[in-house]
């Protein structure tokens, strides 16, 4: 029951203290995703994942957001230096459901 996602999204910042940025998954993604793994989500709602992002491929956690009504997939420090990404970067990615 694998799935794969392909999308672009733009680079967003969340408000706080910490420079956290983000991703959000399109709305038909994060639908899919929700209906086929959801009932498998460990703490907070996250779902594992395999990212790749230009030449960078990692593994992490996607989260469901209320204020965002989507799935949002966190990028790290070390990603954005790698692949050059700005905030307000439309940015391609390659999402893989790793499955328990």
């Known amino acids: 029951m694998s799935a794969s996602y392909s999308f672009t999204a733009h680079l967003w910042e969340w408000a706080s203290k910490a420079s956290w940025y983000f991703l959000s998954l399109p709305e038909a993604d994060s639908d899919d995703i929700e209906e086929r793994f959801g009932g498998t989500a460990h703490g907070f709602g996250s779902i594992r994942v395999e990212v790749k992002v230009g030449a960078t ?37 390659e999402l893989k459901i790793i499955e328990d």
């Open 57 to 93: 491929t990692w593994r992490t956690s996607i989260f469901p957001s209320t204020s965002e009504k989507t799935y949002v997939l966190p990028i790290k420090q070390a990603v954005r230096s790698a692949e050059g990404l700005l905030p307000d970067a439309q940015v391609a990615v």
